[in-house]
């Protein structure tokens, strides 16, 4: 069901081999990806939700490893306290003022410029997931939030597209694959995402960066396994990781799947996907940050709004994004109106600094 529709067989003796795969001569020596796998690879295309720590990991692995088409969709920038574990990101990105979307992807083309790479720097939500995700054969989660993690299974689901889950804090790990209809989904396992404050943040436990590589390259594997149709190997239970204690369990969910009611893989109930428990403000993880989304549609001029600030704010700006300091606070403000509001973790004060400075 899963299998992307390219019968290949291994190379015969006879002919000649692929220059284009050479530099993965390596990784075909592997018998379960072997040449076939590899041509799977240079035709299969994957959508990246997140690219900050799991993601640039993620990302970085499957461009070596010669997956055709990575689209990347990231919302956020870079900041120095990123580089601890963000491995596609250094100091120069900083100073370039860039996206992390456009980072990876400038970074990933240097590594392996076989591989298309779309960089999407947005937010994803209701309203967009879906083209994001369409025509893709694997959707990878590396994201840092319950919502959208519920957003990307509702999507997935509904489409019928594999997916892996990852998450970490601290120093433990989550990794699961998802075959939608077949497999647990995520709502199987948690039917709503914990209300906010309830759970630890990276605020308030941190994370290791090598707790997020185990995690990510756990993830990528199960990804090779779905991309080159070695569904008999995939492991299809939850992979829990304490990388401190050097202990990993794996725990079978699928009664959760075959004994349970779910609103989304049984029911067909896309609530997340609907906009019905969507939020255009959001509190950003260990940030002291506010994201606002703007309706479909909107767009910004920065070289408008920056000559209206002035200079005591500081504004500068590129074609992705236009940042100033004022009061308090530090903006950073996207072409379609998106905007995140460091200096305060209150939405009704995001809102106030956003109306004030930008406009409404």
């Known amino acids: 069901m899963y299998e992307v529709d390219m019968p290949e067989t291994d190379t015969p003796a006879t002919e000649e081999p692929d220059p284009r795969l050479a530099r993965y001569s390596r990784q075909m020596l592997f018998e379960a990806i ?22 640039s990991v993620l990302a970085n692995t499957l461009v070596r490893g010669g997956v055709g088409f990575l689209r990347i969709v990231d ?3 870079i900041e120095l306290d990123n580089l601890q574990r963000q491995v596609l990101f250094d100091e120069h990105d900083i100073a370039q003022n860039l996206p992390k979307a456009e980072a990876a992807a400038r970074k990933l083309r240097k590594i392996n410029s076989a591989v298309e790479i779309d960089p999407v720097v947005a937010d994803a939500n209701p309203a967009n997931i879906e083209g994001f995700c369409a025509e893709v054969d694997l959707i990878l989660d590396g994201t840092d939030n319950f ?10 689901v509904k489409h019928g597209v594999p997916w892996v889950y990852g998450a970490c804090l601290a120093a433990e790990g989550l990794v699961m694959p998802v075959l939608p209809h077949e497999t647990a989904c995520l709502r199987c396992i948690w039917e709503a995402p914990p209300p906010p404050g309830t759970t630890p943040t ?9 707790v997020v590589n185990i995690v990510a390259s756990l993830q990528a594997v199960e990804a090779l396994k779905i991309l080159t149709g070695r569904l008999e190997d995939l492991n299809r239970k939850l992979l829990t990781i304490d990388a401190w204690r050097g202990t990993v369990r794996a ?5 959760a799947h075959d004994q349970g009611d779910c609103r989304c893989c049984k029911h067909g109930e896309y609530e ?12 950003l993880c260990g940030r002291n940050a506010v994201q606002l989304l703007q309706p479909a549609g909107t767009k910004v001029n920065f070289k408008q709004i920056a000559a209206r600030l002035g200079a005591r704010t500081r504004p500068r700006f ?13 903006i950073t403000l996207f072409p379609d109106g998106r905007a995140i509001i460091q200096g305060t973790a209150d939405a009704a004060t995001a809102r106030g600094v956003y109306a004030k400075y930008i406009g409404t």
Do not use: P, W
């Open 147 to 156: 919502e959208t993690r519920f957003l990307i299974n509702d999507a997935a």
């Open 251 to 255: 725990v079978n969910m699928q009664s």
């Open 34 to 55: 072997g040449h076939a796998g590899q041509k799977r690879l240079q035709h299969a295309q994957v959508a990246l939700i997140g690219c900050g720590a799991l993601g």
């Open 272 to 283: 997340f996907l609907s906009g019905e428990r969507a939020s255009y403000t959001t509190t």
């Open 75 to 77: 919302r956020d920038f």
């Open 318 to 330: 590129n074609e992705y994004m236009l940042r100033f300091a004022v009061d308090d606070y530090q």
């Open 202 to 210: 990276c605020d308030t436990v941190g994370v290791l960066a090598s």
